[in-house]
């Protein structure tokens, strides 16, 4: 498939997925999100075992495109709880729950709903000069895309609620000082590190590592009880893996483990 909105391909693994709006900071249209939605699923059908999602130009993304949501006197008001049912809300349990490890080089600005897409991914990197800003309190909003439930988790009550109320901007060493992503590196680097990063986990045990992020992200809801009984289900499952097999190989033959993803 040919796309207009993002930047697509699957080399040695890995998917990397670049939106590719620059001139409107990558912000969402609907086609943007049929897309990446579609490259998604190419990526799961293809057999990659990573994704890069990062974007062109000097921003990540803008969140919605706001030019579709203008309305004058006598227009009818948009209904946002549809577009977040149909487009938003899909995308971010997608990431959530796909099978293999979601990196996200932060290259620039990442606002609305572009800051909560990133922060979504498993690992977040952002080039220093790259912010994020919980901007939907600047036009009526309330934070989507799953901010109010990573913000706190990440941050903590205090900063996620100063952070949604006042719209401020967050440099990427600050928010690595506040356990918001990862890692912040100068901005020549980042495409580099990310990919880096990208090509290591395509060549990890690929299920040991979708596994890993069931366990965690099941870990907000259980007690210490439920989630060791999840930890000794989903390490059966990971005991039986063929790469398993060649790690614990691997090991004792003192020799870099080739591992198939399965
Ligand atoms: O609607 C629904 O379906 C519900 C879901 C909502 C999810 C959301 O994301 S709501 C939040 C929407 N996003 C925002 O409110 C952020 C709006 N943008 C900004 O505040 C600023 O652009 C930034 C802080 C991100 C960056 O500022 P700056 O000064 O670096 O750049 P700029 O000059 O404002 O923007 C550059 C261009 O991108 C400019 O276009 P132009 O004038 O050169 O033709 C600007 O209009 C355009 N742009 C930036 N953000 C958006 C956008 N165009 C459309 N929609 C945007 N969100």
Redesign the pocket.
Same mark, same amino acid.
């Given at each position: 498939m040919s796309y207009e909105t993002i930047l697509f391909e699957v080399s040695d693994g890995v998917a990397r997925l670049t939106l590719n709006r620059p001139?409107?900071?990558n912000? !969402?249209t609907e086609q943007m999100h049929l897309e990446v939605r579609s490259a998604i699923d190419a990526a799961e059908q293809q057999g990659a075992r990573c994704m890069l999602l990062t974007a062109a130009g000097? %921003?990540f993304c803008? %969140?919605?495109? *706001?030019?579709a949501?203008k309305t004058g006197p006598g227009q009818p008001r948009?209904d946002?709880g549809e577009? *977040?049912g149909k !487009?938003?809300n899909p995308l971010i349990k997608k990431i959530n729950s796909i099978e293999f490890p979601v990196v996200c080089a932060v290259n620039g600005?990442a606002? %609305?709903? %572009?800051a909560n897409l990133a922060l979504a991914c498993d690992i977040v990197i952002a080039a220093k000069s790259a912010k994020f &800003?919980q901007? !939907?309190s600047? &036009?009526g *909003?309330i934070p989507?895309?799953g901010g109010t439930w990573v913000l706190p988790r990440l941050v903590g009550h205090a900063r996620a609620m100063a952070l949604t109320l006042l719209a401020e901007?967050v440099m990427a060493d600050r928010a690595v000082e506040m356990g918001m992503i990862y890692q912040a590196v100068n901005d020549n680097e980042l495409q580099a590190t990310a990919t880096a990063m990208a090509d290591k986990l395509a060549k990890a045990p690929t299920l040991g590592l979708a596994l890993t992020k069931q366990a965690i992200h099941a870990a907000y809801d259980n007690h210490l009880p439920d989630q060791l009984e999840l930890e000794r289900q989903l390490q059966r499952r990971a005991g039986h893996s063929d790469d398993y097999r060649e790690g614990v190989a691997a090991f004792m033959e003192k020799r870099a483990p080739q591992f198939k993803g399965q």
């Open positions: 001139d409107k900071l912000a !969402f000097r %921003g803008a %969140g919605q495109d *706001l030019s949501r948009p946002l577009t *977040l !487009f938003y600005v606002a %609305g709903a %572009g &800003i901007a !939907f600047k &036009i *909003l989507d895309s901007p």
